[in-house]
């Protein structure tokens, strides 16, 4: 069994960059896709990127293109969201998760998840 634990989020004014890591362990692969997910309050949860089991592939929602970047170090079993420009829409639980398949954008694809991680954007 993967257990995933994300790290990195906290309190930041608009314009400025947060980096959140999810590290996995247990019975870890690397033939797996990594995605990154936020839910506000009141609202659906939902895709903010993702990245293939080799990083050559990935998805980002539109309102993150631009702005964040999704990487992945197979060797330390860890993918990264790097976030800049961040604004007071930004706001959210962020949650990482990993499916079996080798690449999907796809929320329902993903099976297992973090425990989530507040961001929250000053205005």
């Known amino acids: 069994q993967v257990m995933l634990v994300e790290s990195g989020g906290g309190l930041v004014q608009a314009g400025g960059s947060l980096r959140l890591s999810c590290a996995a362990s247990?019975?870890?692969?690397?033939?797996?896709?990594m995605g990154w997910f936020r839910q506000a309050p009141g609202k659906e949860r939902e895709v903010v990127a993702t990245?293939?089991?080799?990083?050559?592939?990935?998805y980002y929602a539109d309102s993150v293109k631009g702005r964040f970047t999704i990487s992945r170090d197979n060797a330390k079993n860890t993918v990264y969201l790097q976030m800049n420009t961040l604004k007071p829409e930004d706001t959210a639980v962020y949650y990482c998760?990993?499916?079996?398949?080798?690449?999907?954008?796809?929320?329902?694809?993903?099976?297992?998840w973090g425990q989530g991680t507040q961001v929250t954007v000053s205005a």
């Open positions: 998760a990993a499916t079996s398949r080798i690449y999907s954008a796809n929320l329902r694809d993903y099976t297992t």
């Open positions: 990245i293939s089991w080799n990083g050559g592939l990935w």
């Open positions: 247990g019975r870890t692969s690397s033939n797996y896709a």
